[in-house]
C-alpha cells in the first residue's frame, strides 16, 4: 500500500489543489489530505471549514481522506508511517520554497521525501490567496473554486 501525504493551507481549497490531489489519487493508493497550520498565513476560514470544503470538493474520489494536524509536518508523517509528501508547483518561486520545505523535511524526518508535481497550465495562476481577495470583490469564482464549495465561499464573504 502506497500513501502520500498532500499538506497545505487550503484557505479554502482552489481547483489547483484538486487537480494536485486528482493526480496523487492517481499515484498513490492513499492520499491523505492534511490541513496544516502555516505560521506565515493568518487563516480566514476555521480549519474545521476547511477540512469540511476539502471533503466536499473530494467526495468523489474513494481514495482520499482529509484531516487536520497542528504540529509539525515531519512529526506527522513519522506518527502516521508516511514516506511521500506530495506539492504542487505553479512557477519558480513555488518551486525555491517547496526545494527548502522538501530539504527541511528531509531533515527533520530522513524517511520521508517530497514529490513536486508542475500546476496544470489552466491552474497556474489560481492561489487561495488570490481566491480570498476576488471574494471580496464579488469577482465570479466559478473558474478557480470547485463547485461543490462556491456556496461556502460566497456565504463567508457575503456577511
Ligand atoms: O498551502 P501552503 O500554505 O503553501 O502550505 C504550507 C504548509 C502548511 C504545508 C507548511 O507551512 C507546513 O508544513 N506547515 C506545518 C508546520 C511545519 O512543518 N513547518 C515546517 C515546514 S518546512
Known amino acids: 500500500m502506497t500513501t502520500c501525504l498532500y499538506p497545505g493551507s487550503f484557505d479554502p481549497v482552489t481547483l489547483g489543489h484538486v487537480d494536485i490531489i486528482c493526480r496523487a489519487a492517481r499515484m498513490f493508493d492513499t492520499v491523505v489530505v492534511g490541513v496544516l497550520h502555516n505560521p506565515e498565513k493568518q487563516g480566514c476560514f476555521s480549519v474545521e471549514k476547511r477540512v469540511d470544503m476539502l471533503k ?5 474520489m474513494k481514495n482520499v481522506e482529509v484531516i487536520a494536524y497542528g504540529g509539525l509536518l515531519a512529526q506527522m508523517t513519522k506518527d502516521m508511517g508516511i514516506r511521500t509528501v506530495v506539492r504542487g508547483v505553479r512557477n519558480v518561486a513555488d518551486l525555491e520554497n517547496e ?3 522538501a530539504r527541511i ?4 524526518n530522513p524517511d520521508l521525501d517530497t514529490v513536486l508535481l508542475p500546476a496544470s497550465p489552466e491552474n497556474q495562476e489560481i492561489s487561495a490567496s488570490m481566491v480570498r481577495q476576488l471574494a471580496s470583490f464579488g469577482a ?3 473558474p478557480f473554486v470547485p463547485p461543490e464549495v462556491l456556496p461556502d465561499v460566497l456565504a463567508a464573504f457575503s456577511k
Open 56 to 60: 466536499k470538493a473530494c467526495r468523489d
Open 105 to 108: 523535511n528531509h531533515q527533520l
Open 140 to 142: 465570479d469564482l466559478t
Open 99 to 101: 526545494m527548502t520545505m
